[in-house]
């Protein structure tokens, strides 16, 4: 499968963003997706996950209550809702599909800026 991430940019702090992540080659079903991300210089950490098949989601304490992930299975797509955005979210955002620990395939990055 093949992940295509969108929807980055540049936000004030407060603000919102909301990501994409789009599947080619074949459907979400029976996966399991994740966003994670990236800031300069740090690890990459998890952020989201969502079921496909049944639709359960975890967070990150530190996105818990501002982001929001979700699916579209019309659209094959998987949506994170940022809000109350805060300029320590400035990171680069992946999505992944697989095991949370090690996922099987991965995006290719949207870049998000939050600005104080």
């Known amino acids: 499968v093949q992940l295509q991430a969108s929807g980055g940019g540049l936000a004030q702090a407060g603000g919102s963003l909301t990501l994409s992540c789009a599947a080619s080659?074949?459907?979400?079903?029976?996966?399991?997706i994740h966003w994670f991300r990236q800031a300069p210089g740090k690890e990459r950490e998890f952020v989201a996950t969502?079921?496909?098949?049944?639709?359960?989601?975890w967070y990150a304490d530190s996105v818990k209550g501002r982001f929001t992930i979700s699916r579209d299975n019309a659209k094959n797509t998987v949506t994170l809702q940022m809000n109350s955005l805060k300029p320590e979210d400035t990171a680069v955002y992946y999505c992944?599909?697989?095991?949370?620990?090690?996922?099987?395939?991965w995006g290719q990055g949207t870049q998000v800026t939050v600005s104080s």
């Open positions: 992944a599909v697989g095991p949370r620990s090690s996922p099987s395939y």
């Open positions: 080659g074949r459907t979400f079903s029976n996966y399991v």
């Open positions: 969502i079921i496909w098949n049944g639709g359960g989601t």
